[in-house]
């Protein structure tokens, strides 16, 4: 049971460049979140996703887009990465039923740097 | 909107015991979770209160008063490995369980 789950670790981008980062999750939970961190700030919430197929905006959605075609995924993608988008990036799951439902379970992270 | 003040740092001696504040202004309200994160690490779950009270987990407990908007974290006989960042977050997304995070508390645990 590896939890969440995210590729890749670690990124370097260039200005305008475009990437796309997995997140995957084997708890078989209906709800995902993608979280950005900056230095010294808490997480602030990009898009999350109640279930396969459905997304929605959360709190800073501009320049991200996501998607969830299988339930285990949520993919989140960046098609013009801007400096301002230099952060950790932080992939969350949960489920609505059962003891677990108020527990976010957080991925490793991925940090990217876009120059 | 919503926001969440905690305070950015905290400084206590091993054994002693440190409580993190934690006010908030949201526009709904579900409940107030507390995750600890290590340097360089992940977010981990210490504690969910829904409702006023005080909810004990070993060596920390985690209180809420709903009527003031205001809920703490309690570590008591703090060791060296509690030093990291605590964060208050509010669940305020319903059914989609959503949750706003504060920026966070820095706790140095010094020997």
């Known amino acids: 049971n590896a939890g969440v789950t995210q590729t890749p670790k670690f990124r370097v981008l260039k200005t305008g460049q475009s990437m796309t980062l997995l997140c995957a999750q084997d708890?078989?939970?209906?709800?995902m979140y993608w979280y950005r961190q900056d230095p010294g700030m808490g997480l602030r919430l990009i898009h999350y996703?109640?279930?396969?197929?459905?997304?929605a905006k959360g709190e800073v959605p501009d320049g991200y887009n996501v998607s969830r075609l299988k339930k285990q995924n949520f993919l989140l993608g960046l098609e013009s990465a801007a400096p301002s988008q230099t952060s950790v990036y932080f992939c969350?799951?949960?489920?609505?039923?059962?003891?677990?439902?108020?527990?976010?379970?957080f991925g490793p992270g991925t940090r990217l740097t876009v120059l | 909107g919503q926001s969440l003040e905690q305070p950015s740092e905290v400084t206590a001696v091993e054994g002693a015991i440190v409580q993190i504040n934690c006010t908030y202004q949201?526009?709904?309200?579900?409940?107030l979770s507390w995750y600890q994160q290590h340097d360089g690490g992940a977010p981990t779950f210490l504690s969910y209160?829904?409702?006023?009270g005080l909810e004990e987990t070993g060596r920390f407990s985690s209180f809420l008063s709903r009527s003031d908007s205001y809920g703490y974290l309690l570590l008591q006989e703090l060791q060296m490995k509690d030093s990291a960042s605590y964060f208050c977050?509010?669940?305020?997304?319903?059914?989609?369980?959503?949750?706003?995070f504060g920026d966070g508390t820095t706790l140095t645990v010094k020997p």
């Open positions: 969350a799951s949960n489920t609505p039923s059962g003891g677990a439902y108020n527990e976010q379970f």
């Open positions: 708890m078989n939970h209906e709800y």
């Open positions: 996703s109640v279930g396969e197929g459905t997304t």
């Open positions: 949201t526009s709904g309200f579900y409940g």
């Open positions: 209160n829904a409702l006023d």
């Open positions: 977050a509010v669940r305020d997304g319903g059914n989609a369980g959503k949750s706003t």
